[in-house]
């Protein structure tokens, strides 16, 4: 079951360039659905009709990257970052751009290591002699993802983009496993999300839903280095009451913890004042839209080794799953 | 060419009412309808030669960065706030012209002999300064000047060098004159030239217009910071003077589609249209409001490179301008095939 989430992650789809992903997860789902349509910003939604209210599931599918802004005499490939890219996460790691070519993350004669580092004082050294080269391998405007592989030890799953294919992998597997639903389905892999919940704004402008639940990861407050939050792994799925992006709609939270009580799901509430999703634009737009989060606890965000419990995206997938299958009525 | 007029124009964000007035004199002749919406954006429409039910939008907006009042001191001095992005080094000494009357002043600030060590190591802040209209006192100034009016730069319109032009807000009234230049340029598809409001205070305007157009394809035209210029690393140099229309492939508001960029490259690029690519990923214009608007829509930028860009003088090339409207005018005849 897991490789499906495997090769989710190992496909790159940086922000505003999600066709690789887009393609995967389509030819997945259209099996299980009854249309399937990218809309300008490349959002897929995904519509199974469904005689109840509209109830939107969002989960986003672009993961933080580099972007090639110019380059050096050198042969220096410089980057902006797609989303919140940290400098030192950044450091000596290998990028793929889009195009096939490989670089390491350097830094130039005016980084300072150990303080302050900028994303603008690190170059991607694609092995280029000269400026020439350089562009020849690698022109401005081609985006890259960073390299990390997929590794499962000890009830964990460890991967770079696991930000947000454990959204996508959790939706798609209940879309899969569904056996009937109450709604009028929507599920919309958006665009866009980490520089700014971009495809979340024009996809639900165009679904128009009555209900929407978005799936994202959220970080786990169980290592030494986190905020104080009640959040740990291998404690069940994460229902979000709420982020620094929105507050969730009591409609939604309390069938979900209705769901999970009736169904014996391992759950945990959480209230955070970080972090935000998808939900922050979704549950503003239009007259308003009631909306939860379903969220998964991960460990070292934004970095190469995203680490989720197998066990609390299993949680994750029977919620979503009876959530499709008894509704918000 | 009404860019040298338009410059002279005061339009601080909110207040854009001269460039409108101007600007509508101009369309009139040559649109089918404009619209005036309620947020102040001038709207023109005009039908394209086929009857393809497609709209593109052009998209430029009036206002410049400035200065509001905020309190009339004692002494007849004015206090001020800013008005969009405005680095206050710029500010010192410059001339500047307040209010609907455009009463002359100059901006002041506590002379350097008398700044302790510290003050002089560090920029100067908005609340240091202040703008002198050489009133005699506050009941003085009162008869002239009212908190919350606007305050422009004050900056000669002049061409100079190697085909250069140094003015005030030529952010974005070189957008504003490509779009007049462009009015009669035959389009298959129905027209709307959006003249935007309050994008310096926050893509406001362009968030209203974009909604309202429901536009099938978007095209931004834009001054962006050119900082090809001494004490700059290469990472930082975004666009460069003389170097053509400069087409955006991300900014801090978009990421914009790199095929739809690449084809109006090509298609420049094969007419002798000198274009380059913005080199750096900051800043940000009403593509961020429109390419987000409704269902959203297919969005390009193409600026001009402007060095000082958000001060009294700042310069651009006329070869550039040039660049710039003629990539609008391909985009325009060519917009079935990208």
């Known amino acids: 079951m897991f490789e499906l989430l495997e090769k989710l992650c190992m496909t790159p789809g940086p922000s505003g360039c999600e066709k690789q992903i887009r393609e995967l997860i389509e030819k997945e789902i259209s099996p299980f659905v009854d249309s399937v349509e990218t809309d300008v910003m490349g959002n897929l939604i995904a519509h199974k009709k469904g005689n109840g209210k509209k109830l939107m599931f969002a989960a986003h599918m672009d993961e933080i990257g580099l972007i090639a802004t110019c380059h050096g005499e050198k042969g220096q490939v410089y980057v902006a970052g797609l989303g919140g890219v940290d400098p030192y996460a950044s450091l000596y790691q290998r990028v793929q751009f889009l195009n096939g070519a490989q670089g390491v993350v350097a830094p130039d004669g005016k980084a300072d290591l150990l303080k302050d580092l900028k994303l603008g004082q690190l170059y991607v050294d694609v092995g280029a002699k000269c400026e020439e080269e350089a562009k020849e391998l690698v022109a401005v405007g081609e985006a890259g993802v960073f390299v990390g592989d997929f590794y499962e030890q000890n009830g964990c799953v460890i991967s770079k983009a696991m930000d947000n294919r454990v959204g996508c992998f959790v939706l798609m597997e209940a879309i899969r496993r569904m056996k009937k639903h109450q709604n009028d389905l929507y599920f919309v892999f958006t665009t866009s999300e980490e520089v700014g919940l971009r495809g979340a704004k024009t996809s639900v402008h165009t679904v128009e839903p009555d209900y929407a639940v978005v799936l994202d990861v959220t970080r786990a407050g169980d290592i030494p280095s986190a905020e104080k939050v009640a959040l740990e792994m291998k404690k069940g799925v994460v229902i979000k009451v709420m982020d620094r992006g929105f507050i969730a709609h009591p409609i939604v939270n309390d069938r979900m913890v209705t769901l999970c009580k009736e169904r014996n799901i391992l759950y945990q509430m959480a209230a955070l004042a970080n972090g935000a999703t998808d939900a922050g634009a979704i549950h503003l737009s239009g007259g308003g839209v009631p909306t939860g989060c379903i969220a998964f606890p991960l460990r070292y965000m934004h970095t190469t080794g995203e680490t989720v419990a197998k066990s609390d995206i299993e949680n994750a997938i029977d919620l979503t799953t009876v959530l499709i299958e008894e509704g918000i009525i | ?338």
Not at chain 2, 58 to 76: K, P, Q
Not at chain 2, 81 to 86: D, E, F, L, P, S
Not at chain 2, 114 to 143: C, F, M, T
Request: proline residues 4%; contains cysteine.
């Open chain 2, 1 to 338: 060419m009404y860019l040298s007029e338009l410059t002279k124009l005061p339009g601080v964000s909110g207040n854009e009412n001269c460039v409108r007035s101007f600007i509508k004199e101009k369309v009139e002749p040559f649109c089918d309808r404009i619209e005036i919406d309620s947020i102040g954006n001038l709207l023109a429409f005009k039908k394209g030669y086929m009857d393809t039910g497609k709209t593109l939008m052009l998209c430029a907006h009036m206002d410049e960065v400035g200065l509001i009042v905020s309190r009339i001191t004692e002494e007849g001095f004015l206090k001020f706030k800013t008005v969009g992005g405005i680095d206050p080094r710029v500010l010192v000494s410059k001339r500047v012209l307040v209010g609907n009357k455009q009463l002359p002043g100059v901006i002041g600030r506590k002379a350097i002999h008398l700044l302790s060590a510290d003050e002089r190591k560090q920029a100067p802040k908005v609340k240091e300064l202040y703008v002198d209209i050489g009133a005699k006192n506050k009941k003085d100034a009162e008869k002239r000047v009212a908190v919350g009016d606007y305050i422009a730069f004050a900056s000669r319109t002049v061409t100079f060098g190697d085909n250069l032009m140094k003015a005030k807000a030529l952010d974005d009234r070189v957008g504003c004159s490509v779009m007049l230049e462009l009015l009669k340029e035959p389009c298959p598809w129905d027209l709307c030239f959006a003249f935007t409001v309050q994008e310096e205070v926050g893509l406001r305007g362009a968030k209203v217009c974009a909604k309202r157009v429901k536009p099938d394809l978007a095209l931004v035209l834009e001054g962006t910071t050119c900082s090809d210029t001494p004490g700059t690393d290469v990472s930082g140099v975004s666009t460069r003077l003389g170097g053509g229309a400069a087409l955006s492939l991300i900014d801090g508001a978009t990421v914009y589609n790199r095929e739809l960029v690449l084809k109006l490259h090509k298609l420049a690029t094969d007419a002798g249209v000198t274009v380059q690519f913005k080199q750096t990923a900051t800043g940000g214009n009403d593509a961020g409001a429109i390419h987000l608007a409704s269902g959203g829509v297919p969005t390009v930028s193409v600026s001009i490179p402007a060095r000082y860009i958000h001060s009294p003088s700042s310069v651009i090339s006329l070869s550039d301008y040039e660049a710039v409207r003629e990539t609008a005018r391909l985009l325009m005849q060519e917009v079935d095939n990208v």
